[in-house]
T-cell receptor
Framework: NAGVTQTPKFQVLKTGQSMTLQCAQD?????MYWYRQDPGMGLRLIYY???????DKGEVPNGYNVSRLNKREFSLRLESAAPSQTSVYFC????????????FGEGSRLTVL | AQRVTQPEKLLSVFKGAPVELKCNYS??????LFWYVQYSRQRLQLLLR??SRESIKGFTADLNKGETSFHLKKPFAQEEDSAMYYC????????????FGTGTRLTVIP
């Protein structure tokens, strides 16, 4: 099992460019998440999808869009990248229920110049 | 609003010494608390959750509702415990969002 797979692992963009981060999970989880991790800020939730066909905003959704393509895949799009979006992005998935355990991808390091 | 505070960005202890990573939270309800860990070159992963009352890799954490704390403790630190530790909160069982603290980097000195 690969678990949660994110691509790309590294990306450098110029201000104003667009890109999509891809995430796929093979654990048949209903819920998927996108977090960003910044120095001194911890992980902050950008968007999540509780189930296929639904998406909701998290703490820091501005400047991002998401698509829950199917149960496996949850993509994050930056339409017009800004230097403030330089960060490490993590995708995660979980099963709905009491456990609360999130399974994380390896992270994608994005630099916006 | 909820908040998770980890007051120490960096913590160094000698091998064999006790270790305590602090976590305080603010939330008016009855949250669930978790500790996640990220070892070097590994993914962020769950270490333990307060509802399980378990000991994982020698670590324990007790939820103190009076002090709104969920400190992580281990009596004898090992070198392999060196990692980044995050405390996290969710507002209720089944809630989707985990709120993370800013993390503490633990270094165990041989």
């Amino acid at each position: 099992n690969a678990g949660v797979t994110q691509t790309p692992k590294f990306q450098v963009l110029k201000t104003g460019q667009s890109m999509t981060l891809q995430c796929a999970q093979d654990m048949n989880h209903n819920s998927m998440y996108w977090y960003r991790q910044d120095p001194g800020m911890g992980l902050r939730l950008i968007y999540y999808s509780a189930s296929e066909g639904t998406t909701d905003k998290g703490e820091v959704p501005n400047g991002y869009n998401v698509s829950r393509l199917n149960k496996r895949e949850f993509s994050l799009r930056l339409e017009s990248a800004a230097p403030s979006q330089t960060s490490v992005y993590f995708c995660a998935s979980s099963e709905v229920g009491r456990s609360g355990e999130l399974f994380f991808g390896e992270g994608s390091r994005l630099t916006v110049l | 609003a909820q908040r998770v505070t980890q007051p120490e960005k960096l913590l160094s202890v000698f091998k064999g010494a006790p270790v305590e990573l602090k976590c305080n939270y603010s939330y008016s309800g009855s949250p669930e608390l978790f500790w996640y860990v990220q070892y070097s070159r590994q993914r962020l992963q769950l270490l333990l959750r307060h509802i399980s009352r378990e000991s994982i890799k020698g670590f324990t954490a007790d939820l103190n509702k009076g002090e709104t704390s969920f400190h992580l403790k281990k009596p004898f630190a090992q070198e392999e415990d060196s990692a980044m530790y995050y405390c996290a909160l969710r507002k209720r069982a089944g809630a989707n969002n985990l709120f993370f603290g800013t993390g503490t980097r633990l270094t165990v000195i041989p």
